[in-house]
């Protein structure tokens, strides 16, 4: 069915919703918003997830509450060596770190599904006993058979309920004879709609058009809805936001609540994340993995702003927002239905934006200047390279380069590494060489000149055009080469300037002496 929007949403009121009566976790009181970002290790941290978390991480902050990380890690056959540390480290990266978390620990944990099966043991226990869950005993061949006359009628494949009709001795007689078995989920007819705080009224009547789920695998872990019930009930989980995806699966863990007599959290379903064209982000395009953008050199911050740019959660788009910017202004009233368009093209822009906030801040630009050496050093060698240096290339490529990684391109490469070029390539453009350098010298040490680029193509212009032989052009061509071993690419004054005149003083005088 369509979902309806609600008339009024006000934050109070999503607050005032949260009270939950029943929670099992010591340590954590039942009021106050606890939030969790509930990802499956079965691939790594991507945009869609980021967004996820990133709102969760918004919505705890903005009201003074928790951020949770839990890893869902009972698909034992889905899991990706690596993907969980990945996932917690992508996370710090960005700057939402978890209050909770496998890594943190806190109150609640253990943060890792895999964990905690005894809890799940005892709520399908629970269940089993109230008689709101059953053990099926259908052979994997039967299920195959279902599927397949299903789809033969053109049917949508559910399962028939059949076990749920056995008599206790009939159990006990499959029991005894060790058949192998799973737990289903009995799920009642005439679900309630529901109140989603952004899509509104919900009403799916699950048990219309889904046979009983699964709660527990053969192999003792449980399934994700069941999982997903008892840890946000065990977490004291006041508001799940998840992707619109999970929607349709409310009903079914609303009826989970119901059976075990648990009240459940509130619920806000964010819209789907999609590419500019309004295609799926795939995971396949390698480029929608966060550690793709940290390893490329963009600022969290760019990437986060870029996410929440497009259309959720905010009176307006702006660029430019810190995270403690994006905190003040969130508002989860504000999140739209319509899916989410997301404009890669222009996180470079972004990121310019970004990159010139943080060159601003001093304690940002430090951490740059120590991102920036250890760029120059993997890719040029262990160069010596002092802050003054860094920090002045920092601040006048200011606003001119979108990532840090611009400043490893050919065309910076002097900045980083003294040029060697041959006495005779200098003396063969000019025989004046000698004394264009050592004028640049003079110019450079001259303790009455101030040290700007009006007054360096000044003084270079008034001085250079006194040369008897060159001309005003091939002395900058030369001036430039000696510089930087490039003839073509930045003024003169430019690279003086990005240099210094200690540096540019030593490269004109060691041309001199080659
Ligand atoms: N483990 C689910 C996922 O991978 C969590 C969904 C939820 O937040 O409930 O997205």
């Not at 008892?230 to 799940?240: A, G, K």
């Not at 380069?401 to 390539?425: K, N």
Request: charged share 25%; hydrophobic share 35%.
């Amino acid at each position: 069915m369509r979902p309806v929007l609600l008339g009024v949403r006000s934050l109070s009121r999503v607050l005032e919703l949260a009270a939950p009566a029943r929670r099992c976790c010591s340590g954590v009181s039942g009021k106050g918003v606890r939030v969790r970002f509930a990802p499956s290790p079965t691939g790594f941290l991507h945009l869609g997830g980021l967004r996820t978390a990133l709102y969760n991480y918004l919505f705890a902050k903005k009201n003074g509450g928790s951020f949770i990380l839990r890893l869902e890690d009972t698909d034992r056959s889905r899991l990706v060596p690596g993907a969980a540390e990945s996932i917690e480290d992508m996370l710090e990266w960005a700057g939402i770190t978890p209050d909770e978390s496998p890594r943190r620990g806190g109150p609640c944990g253990p943060y890792e599904q895999s964990r905690r099966l005894d809890l799940y043991r005892a709520a399908a226990q629970a269940l089993l006993d109230s008689g709101a869950a059953y053990r099926c005993f259908c052979t994997p061949q039967r299920l195959e058979l279902l599927k397949k006359e299903a789809l033969r009628s053109r049917q949508t494949p559910r399962y028939d309920n059949r076990c749920r009709h056995l008599t206790e001795k009939q159990v006990q007689e499959k029991m005894s004879r060790d058949s192998p078995y799973v737990v289903r989920f009995c799920l009642s007819k005439g679900a309630q709609p529901f109140q989603d705080l952004v899509y509104g009224w919900i009403q799916h009547d699950v048990a219309s058009v889904e046979g009983d789920p699964v709660i527990i695998k053969g192999d003792g872990f449980p399934t994700y809805h069941l999982a997903n019930v008892v840890d946000d009930n065990s977490m004291n989980v006041s508001h799940v936001l998840r992707g619109a995806e999970w929607l349709i699966s409310t009903a079914k863990h609303l009826l989970l609540y119901q059976a075990l007599g648990w009240e459940p959290p509130q619920y806000a379903h964010l819209p789907l994340l999609l590419n500019k064209d309004g295609t799926k982000l795939s995971k396949r395009q390698g480029d929608i993995f966060i550690q793709h953008y940290a390893q490329s050199g963009y600022l969290s911050d760019a990437l986060l702003d870029l996410i929440t740019n497009c259309g959720s959660g905010f009176t307006e788009n702006q660029m430019g927002r810190t995270l403690d910017t994006l905190i003040q202004q969130y508002d989860l009233e504000k999140t739209s239905t319509h899916s989410a368009l997301l404009d890669l093209d222009k996180l470079p822009e972004f990121n310019r934006i970004h990159l010139t906030q943080w060159i601003d801040g001093a304690e940002t630009r430090e951490q740059l200047v120590t991102q920036l050496r250890t760029l120059v050093q993997d890719a040029y060698g262990d160069l010596v390279l002092d802050k003054e240096h860094i920090e002045r290339i920092l601040l006048l490529r200011k606003g001119h380069v979108c990532r840090l990684t611009d400043l490893l391109s050919p065309a910076y490469s002097y900045l980083w590494v003294r040029p060697s070029v041959p006495g005779e390539q200098l003396h063969s453009l000019s025989r004046e060489a000698s004394e264009i350098a050592s004028m640049a010298v003079r110019l450079l040490q001259d303790p009455s000149n101030e040290f700007t680029a009006e007054m360096l193509n000044g003084e270079l212009r008034s001085r250079l055009h006194q040369l008897k032989e060159t001309k005003f052009s091939s002395a900058m061509t030369l001036l430039r080469l000696m510089l930087s071993g490039q003839e073509h690419g930045p003024s003169v004054a430019e690279m003086m300037l990005s240099l210094g005149p200690q540096e540019s003083v030593i490269r004109l005088q060691n041309t001199l002496s080659n």
